[in-house]
């Protein structure tokens, strides 16, 4: 199984800041790699695919890049909807593995 | 527009089976590259991706829980289905059923439902 290693597991930031999340794959995964938002109470979202194409509705203040086993995912002037949990999912083969996710807070 | 909605047991026993419909619309389980998958969230903690069904009948599970796990769908109804048994105090979470289409050529989770959640409790 590849093993997804999200980092940090929590981030306080304020509104108007920039914060990036980190994953890192045990395998090469060839971009193939997803990142998903959920609000509490909420299903999860796809935001970003292959790395660091934005998913239909997504606003371009996301961004993901990387490659290889390691990716980041890129939230520029942080607003309040964007307080939430994220997490990154291996798109390469089964079982398809998330991160063990990002719990963004307002500081 | 894209729907999925899960609905089953919300409380078990341990030792007794879970079983899970996905009820669907907007899509079709009979169209090339379409699957249906079911991930699991217990509460505070992260995905586990659980079993998927795709349009040729082809089916997926996690080796960590493959011995329990059965999927299962009716094409014409528009609904998957999956089926844990022996449950036990660690099943107890919020269940996911979720669309993956491999026009992406890869294995995204494009929709979701709104999860349901199910306690197994003595």
């Known amino acids: 199984d590849i093993q997804m290693t999200q980092s940090p597991a929590s981030l306080s930031a304020s509104l108007g800041e920039t914060v990036t999340i980190e994953c890192l794959a045990s395998?090469?995964?060839?971009?193939?790699l997803a990142w998903y938002q959920q609000k509490p109470g909420k299903s999860p979202q796809l935001l970003i695919y292959?790395?660091?194409s934005l998913h239909t509705g997504v606003p371009s203040r996301f961004s993901g890049s990387g490659s290889g086993t390691q990716y980041s995912l890129k939230i520029n002037s942080l607003q309040p909807e964007d307080f939430a949990s994220y997490y990154c999912q291996n798109g390469l083969s089964a079982p398809h593995t998330f991160g063990s996710g990002t719990k963004l807070e307002i500081k | 527009q894209v729907t999925l909605k899960e609905s089953g047991t919300g409380i078990l026993q341990p030792s007794q089976a879970l079983s899970l419909t996905c009820s669907f619309s907007?899509?079709?389980?009979?169209?090339?590259?379409?699957?249906v998958s079911w991930i699991r969230q217990p509460s505070g903690k992260g995905l586990e991706w659980l079993a998927d069904?795709?349009?040729?009948?082809?089916?997926g599970y996690n080796p960590s829980l493959k011995n329990r796990l059965s999927i299962s769908k009716d094409t014409s109804n528009n609904q998957a289905f999956l089926k844990i048994t022996s449950v036990d105090t660690a099943d107890t979470a919020t269940y996911y059923c979720?669309?993956?289409?491999?026009?992406?050529?890869?294995?995204?989770?494009?929709?979701w439902g709104q999860g349901v959640m199910v306690t197994v409790s003595s």
């Open positions: 395998e090469d995964i060839y971009d193939i």
């Open positions: 292959d790395a660091s």
């Open positions: 069904i795709c349009w040729d009948d082809g089916k």
């Open positions: 907007g899509f079709s389980l009979s169209t090339t590259g379409i699957c």
């Open positions: 979720a669309r993956s289409d491999w026009g992406y050529n890869a294995y995204y989770f494009d929709y």
